[in-house]
């Protein structure tokens, strides 16, 4: 079998099963085998496979037959220009994320013009950090942060520490096991959060390879996928200094429940929701006035 057969071969498998966008699937799973980009792969169709690579690619695609993502399959994925390390102990990072990525840098750097102290460091918390996407991506392109990496998910943490550890960047992300804001301490210029905001209803209607192979603790959102939000937005106040800012991401149609847990939990503060690249509102940027004081949740 050559290069051309073997493309051919695993796009009509993945067609055939199933499987989402087979041609880009099939591409990912021949460049991770042969160890090459994706302009070479499809260069030389006339490459022949060995016996062992021919045995391998056989085992690979069976892993994806099973449905397990191909993000954990070739231990890899892309977020925000940056290749991550990524297994089911942690989350896949999505590309709607990286809208709320964009947004955290473009207020940071708002935020860090209006100082007198142009050299102060900017102290961001990543809540429910994952595999470390959030946090690694805002750390590389605002060289002023030192960033707090939380999760309550000790095997995530593991995850976000290869990641940490390969793109250097010990000194300015540190890792924090805990549930939500729990373990910071002091006042933060921004909170970042894309915590889990899957409704149990939902959870059964997944496709197989997330509910089958992603993390449950990381989908969970509770009875209406806004428990662990609630959570959070509740301490918020107590840990946001002013003039700062809290971004979290959202589900689809999501938008006016958050809005109102927000306005209820923190009166008065800015709340402004924007649009992912799909037109769907993805994330709610919270404003925080510090005269407002939170409210607690009765009972």
Do not use: W
């Not at 041609?23 to 799973?29: G, Q, R, W, Y």
């Not at 946090?135 to 290869?162: G, M």
């Amino acid at each position: 079998m050559n290069l051309g057969q073997a493309l051919k071969y695993l796009t009509d498998t993945f067609k055939q099963n199933d499987i989402p966008e087979p041609d880009a699937e099939a591409s990912v799973i021949l460049c991770h085998l042969l160890k090459m980009d994706k302009s070479c792969l499809y260069a030389q169709p006339g490459l022949e496979f060995n016996a062992d690579q021919f045995d391998e690619l056989e085992k690979l695609v069976a892993r994806r037959l099973n449905r397990e993502p191909a993000a954990y399959i070739i231990k890899n994925k892309q977020f925000y220009g940056i290749d991550l390390y990524v297994d089911s102990r942690a989350l896949i990072p999505r590309p709607e994320t990286e809208t709320l990525v964009e947004e955290a840098i473009k207020f940071a750097q708002k935020y860090l013009e209006k100082e007198s102290n142009s050299q102060r460091k900017l102290l961001i918390a990543d809540v429910g950090t994952g595999s470390g996407a959030i946090a690694v991506a805002l750390a590389l392109n605002l060289p002023q942060s030192i960033i707090y990496a939380v999760d309550i998910s000790a095997k995530a943490l593991e995850v976000a520490a290869v990641n940490v550890k390969r793109l250097g960047l010990e000194s300015r992300i540190t890792l924090i096991q805990g549930d939500v804001l729990d373990p910071i301490e002091g006042k933060l210029d921004m909170i970042v959060a894309n915590l889990p905001y899957i409704e149990e209803a939902e959870l059964g209607c997944l496709q197989a390879e997330v509910s089958h192979h992603e993390p449950g603790i990381a989908l969970q959102g509770g009875a209406d996928g806004t428990s662990v939000i609630r959570r959070m937005l509740q301490q918020a106040a107590g840990k946001i200094k002013a003039g700062g800012a809290v971004l979290l991401e959202i589900g689809a149609g999501q938008e006016q429940c958050v809005t109102a847990i927000v306005h209820d939990l923190m009166p008065g503060n800015l709340v402004e929701l924007i649009e992912d690249l799909s037109g769907i509102d993805r994330v709610v940027k919270i404003g925080y006035r510090p005269e407002r004081l939170p409210r607690t949740i009765p009972g």
